[in-house]
Every structure is written in C-alpha cells, then in structure tokens.
C-alpha cells in the first residue's frame, strides 16, 4: 500500500466512524481536500478492496473497512493523538467523587461510557471477581449492533462475562489491548471491538475497558483508557 492508499484509507476509515454509511468515492472528492479525480480515487479504492482493506455492502455502491483495516489503522495511526487538557481534569474530578471501591468501579465504568460514548466496563479479578458497565444505549445508535441477534449475543457475552474476564484478564501485558471485531477473545463480541488494559491497585487486579462498534473512535478510546489507568494508579 503506497502513501496515497493509506490516506485514502484513513479518510475513508474517519469518514465510516463518523456516519456509519458507507463511503463513496465522490464523497471523498466533495468533504475532502484530495487533488484527484473520482475516476483516480475509484481505482485506489479497488487495489484496497483487493487487498482486503474494503468492502462492499450489497446494496450499497460506497465501501466499508475491514478489520485488517482497522488493525493497520489502529497498529500506524495512532501515535498522533492524545486527550485534551479539559478532559482529563474532568476524568479526575470525576474519580475522586468516589472512595468506596464499589462506586469507584462503577464511576468509572459510567466515565469511560460518557467520554467514548460507548459501553464502559470496569471491574476486579481473583476470587471475588465483580464489574460495572455502562452505556448499553449507545449500542442502539449503530446500525449494525442494534439488530437482534446482535444485541442478543452481546447480552449473552455479559451474563458469562464474570468466569471469561478472569481467562481474558491472565492474557493482558502491561500495556493497552485492542480486540477487533474477529479477534475478540469473548465470542459473543465479536461484532464489537474491545480497548482494555488492566492494573493493579491496593494489591487488588482490576481492570478497565471500552465496547463499542467496529468504527468506534480507537484513537480517542485508546488514549481515553490509557489515562484513566494513570489517574487510577496514582489516586
């Protein structure tokens, strides 16, 4: 992939988590800056398609990103983007409402669905393992979550999310994890993509994470995640 199928590509990948249709060349050539033609811009959105970056819904002449798409996005373009000043003091006036470890959890599971706009998660491992979500109605707002046997299997991936958290939990490193779409290690999620990274705090292991739609917004979720573990640690 050259320099000018990856802009596109993000283009594309921005424009697709933004407005969850599929996106056109034309439209491309009319919100964007890009010194090509629409012939030009259809022929760099096939060599995409043949690489497994794109595809095409049925009834739609516009394209989607793939996962593989997704993971180069999420692997490349990243390091660009960090929080505002402004929301991280709102992160940390919010968690320093609460001292019980019950309501911490659930603030900041409640946080990180307010700030995503995704479904927030939070919770502990060990022998008393015990989570909080929150912004289960941001789901209904993508059109592909909000179809039954969607939203069916995610509730079915909560009802056994306390016995998978803790297999899931033992293969995290240090570091942020990002679970797209197919790759998602809990099976009813997999239409979903998972940011998570876990901590430990007290000597207890805990853990944070965002759910949402395949085109959430990775850099801010990712960032998001990443400090409010650095808030959590250092409260």
Do not use: W
Not at 105 to 129: K, P, R, Y
Not at 144 to 150: I, K, T
């Amino acid at each position: 992939m050259n320099k000018r199928q990856a802009n596109i590509l993000e283009v594309i990948i921005k424009e697709y988590q933004k407005t969850g249709q599929p996106v056109a060349s034309g439209i491309l050539v009319e919100k964007y800056n890009f010194k090509l033609s629409p012939a030009t811009i259809r022929a760099e959105m096939l060599v995409l398609d043949d690489e497994g970056l794109l595809v095409q819904p049925h009834t739609s002449a516009g394209r989607v990103p793939t996962t593989k798409a997704y993971r180069l996005f999420v692997n490349r373009l990243l390091d660009k983007k960090e929080l505002n000043l402004k929301d991280k003091e709102r992160i940390r006036k919010g968690l320093k409402k609460f001292d019980d470890e019950t309501m911490f959890s659930h603030q900041i599971a409640q946080l990180l669905a307010d700030f995503s706009h995704n479904l927030g998660v939070s919770g502990f491992v060990g022998e008393e393992t015990d989570f909080h979500e929150a912004g289960f109605s941001s789901l209904f707002q993508d059109l592909e979550l909000c179809q039954p046997q969607s939203l069916a299997d995610i509730l079915r991936g909560f009802d056994f999310f306390e016995k998978k958290i803790n297999d899931l939990f033992s293969r995290l490193d240090a570091e942020t994890e990002v679970f797209i779409g197919e790759e998602n290690p809990i099976d009813d999620f997999k239409k979903c993509s998972l940011v998570i990274s876990n901590y430990e705090k007290h000597g207890k292991k805990g853990f944070i994470g965002i759910l949402g739609p395949k085109r959430m917004n990775y850099a801010r979720n990712i960032f998001l995640v990443q400090e409010t573990k650095k808030i959590i640690k250092n409260a």
